[in-house]
């Protein structure tokens, strides 16, 4: 019985839902707040202090906003997308690592649910796209679909490189034992910092920010597959992507970084693992918030023809490595 | 997959003022445009009919909050041009620095727009910073940001004393260093080089054929600038080169508009240390003799024409403006039409259309009502009007 109401605490509160809900909160300040310093302004600053309240407070006032619905649209399906990409969300962040080396959820092969559910994200906004029945999010939808195919590989290769230690000595695809093997060795301070940084572009395309943030690129088609929402469907939708953010944050931070593990390999701080793991996300996160602002926007041939070109041949080179390589030193 | 029509405007994040280009698509390629203007008719060449040479000067002023000066400036040249007296050397050079003030902060202002076009916010944001000094300068001289009123008829309103030429060059001196660095940026930077080059192609006999006027004609490598074709004002007494490009696309647009920057800073400079002693205006009569007169010079956008015809009153009996975004526009359909090899995207059209640094609020003085459904037009005129909508 207490047992059962344990796990439910960890589900909902912490470190699950409301912890990731406000991590995804504070990521978004963090983010607005580190571009705004990039560009020399100050960013969010009146609501509590230097701005900290600036995505909640966003956030109520979107839930009192006047909720549209287009004539056209297929509305239960436009109606229920922000609550499916809210709920998705929220079920991606109980397989990280935040307290202790293993998530709320964990089994033997999480890491390929989590792969699968950075597609459905895609999916999501793809239909989001196609249920407003609007041209500009028709056309973000497209767009998202086909940048799809251009970071996917790259995104699914890079976190398998990092699993290939675990795959070769434990035959395992657990983010538990991929957190474990880092424990003395972070595994980007090897041939892994090549996944790493194709994990960062994948991030950033798949979380849809510039250079890659081609599916609602505001000046060209208005908000992309989002410009039809508003109200409290939209304010669902930020928070959804709030958290998608912490998600692949703390997903970087999980597979390439060590996670909870202490800062220094080897060195036992007084920190706790979730201070740990949520520095090293934000430290992903700053990385993230400069590859946006330090370049503008690519078309979407660009990005296929880059991502096709360059990103899926090197993240196959890296994986290939990851798996050579410490099989070479063994012998 | 069948050809969609994609609207963009007349409101539309891209575009700051309304106009609609609707755009037909195939998949990602834009394979015709068509443009729609005349959502903003503000009556003001019927308004300044109704007014005096002066007061017209602050309702020319305000057809662009940009480039306030030059219409101002366009006036004074043609109501100047009827009453034929030289106005005093010294007002020829307040204005020449007024006028390369003018550019030098709508160009800044473009490079802005156009970062933002291309998702660059950081450059925008940059950008618009430092151009703050320039709009600091322009106001430490005339009193004002945006509406300067520096123009008069026979001269100008405000000298620019010592200290004042000596804050002006320093400010220079500062820009001068920040253009050059904004210029290495966008010649480096591959991202703004991946989404301008090659991109809105405006061939040279095209540009020639469509009139396009400014820094689109100059990037397409037309050598046209009002300043040294027919040189007023200073320009004929200071040296300067008139910058072109001939890659023809958004990157030449670019550069040509940074150059340009960095030529006015120049010239302001050269005209701070050429500039006589003396004073700055001459008194003219209220009312103007009979006559025809015309102002032209070049607007940060290319070719602004000023055509005053007067009848001997204190009124204007006609006030014609041509801005020259109205001649830009008309190349808008063709840097936005794919053929053969060159394509455009969706992507493009935005940054396209801002190349041409377009600004409505100048052009549009849409005369002819058009019923959409049938395609019939007419015109109203004014005694129409006032029986249909007045109610007195």
Redesign the interface.
């Known amino acids: 019985m207490i047992q059962d109401l344990i796990d439910l605490l960890r589900i909902i509160v912490f470190p699950g839902f409301l912890f990731f809900a406000v991590l995804g909160l504070f990521f978004e300040w963090i983010d607005r707040k580190f571009y705004a310093k990039?560009?020399?302004?100050v960013g969010p600053l009146y609501a509590g202090p230097w701005g900290l309240f600036q995505p909640f407070a966003d956030f109520v006032k979107l839930m009192a906003k006047e909720d549209i619905v287009p004539e056209g649209a297929d509305r239960p399906l436009f109606s229920s997308i922000p609550v499916f990409a809210l709920a998705l969300s929220l079920f991606a962040v109980l397989f990280l690592p935040v307290c202790g080396a293993q998530g709320v959820l964990s089994f033997e092969g999480d890491l390929i649910v989590v792969t699968v559910i950075l597609t459905f994200f895609v999916i999501l906004v793809f239909l989001a796209g196609f249920s407003s029945a609007s041209?500009?999010p028709g056309?973000g939808a497209?767009?998202s679909v086909l940048q799809l195919l251009g970071y996917e590989i790259p995104l699914v290769a890079s976190v398998l490189g990092a699993a290939a230690v675990t795959i070769q000595t434990e035959g395992s695809l657990q983010i538990k034992s991929i957190v474990e093997t880092q424990s003395s060795w972070w595994s980007i301070l090897g041939i892994q910092a090549l996944g790493f940084a194709i994990f960062l572009l994948a991030a950033q395309a798949e979380l849809e920010r510039?250079?890659f943030?081609?599916p609602e690129?505001?000046?060209?088609?208005?908000a992309g597959w989002l410009t039809e929402y508003s109200g409290k469907k939209l304010a669902l939708i930020r928070l959804a992507k709030d958290i998608e953010l912490a998600f692949l944050c703390g997903l970087g931070a999980t597979l390439f970084l060590g996670g909870p593990q202490p800062i220094l390999p080897g060195f036992v701080g007084a920190l706790s693992s979730t201070i740990i793991f949520v520095i090293k996300s934000i430290i992903v996160l700053l990385i993230l918030t400069i590859i946006r602002?330090?370049?503008?926007?690519?078309?979407?041939?660009?990005m296929v023809n880059f991502a096709w070109k360059y990103l899926v041949p090197i993240s196959i080179l890296q994986l290939l490595l990851a798996v050579m390589v410490p099989r070479l030193i063994v012998i | 997959m069948s050809v969609?029509d994609?609207?963009i405007g007349p409101q539309?994040?891209?575009i700051k003022e309304p106009l609609n280009i609707t755009c037909y698509?195939d998949g990602?390629h834009v394979v015709g445009a068509k443009l729609r203007i005349g959502y903003n008719h503000r009556g003001i060449e019927k308004a300044g009919e109704y007014q005096t040479y002066i007061q017209n000067l602050y309702i020319a002023e305000r057809i662009c909050g940009i480039c306030g000066i030059v219409h101002a400036f366009c006036l004074t040249q043609a109501t100047e041009d009827i009453i034929g007296k030289e106005i005093p050397k010294r007002a020829d050079y307040i204005r020449t620095i007024g006028l390369e003030l003018n550019r030098i902060h709508s160009h800044l202002l473009w490079l802005g727009v156009a970062?933002?076009?291309?998702?660059?916010?950081?450059?925008f944001?940059?950008v618009w910073?430092d151009r703050e000094m320039v709009m600091d300068v322009i106001e430490d001289f005339t009193g004002n940001r945006v509406t300067y009123a520096l123009m008069t008829i026979g001269g100008v309103r405000r000298d620019i004393p010592q200290e004042k030429a000596e804050r002006i060059l320093k400010v220079m001196d500062l820009l001068d260093e920040k253009v050059r660095k904004y210029k290495k940026m966008c010649l480096d930077?591959r991202?703004?080089r991946?989404?301008c080059d090659g991109v809105g192609i405006l061939r040279k006999e095209d540009a020639i054929a469509l009139c396009a006027v400014g820094p689109t004609a100059r990037a397409s490598g037309v050598p046209f600038d009002v300043r040294a074709d027919d040189p007023h004002a200073a320009y004929d007494e200071i040296p300067f080169r008139v910058v072109t490009y001939d890659t023809c696309d958004v990157t030449a647009r670019l550069l040509v508009r940074i150059d340009e920057t960095l030529e006015s800073i120049s010239i302001v400079r050269e005209a701070i240390k050429r500039m006589p002693s003396g004073p700055v205006r001459i008194r003219v009569p209220r009312v103007v003799p009979t006559g025809e007169g015309v102002g032209r010079t070049e607007a940060p956008r290319g070719e602004v024409i000023h055509y005053v015809r007067a009848n001997g009153t204190e009124r204007p009996f006609r006030w014609k403006v041509r801005a020259p975004t109205l001649a830009n526009l008309l190349s808008i359909p063709v840097m936005l039409t794919s053929r053969g090899d060159y394509v455009v995207?969706?992507?493009?059209?935005?940054i396209t259309f801002a190349s041409i640094d377009p600004c409505l609020s100048c052009t549009d003085r849409a005369i002819r009502f058009i019923d959409v459904s049938s395609g019939k037009s007419w015109v109203w005129t004014f005694s129409q009007i006032k029986r249909m909508y007045w109610r007195d």
């Open positions: 990039l560009q020399n302004r041209r500009y056309v497209e767009r510039v250079p943030d081609i690129a505001e000046t060209e088609i208005v602002a330090a370049m503008s926007r690519l078309r979407i041939d660009q | 969609v994609i609207p539309h994040p891209a698509v990602e970062a933002h076009e291309i998702g660059f916010d950081t450059l944001m940059y910073r930077e991202t703004i991946m989404r995207n969706i992507a493009d059209v935005p």
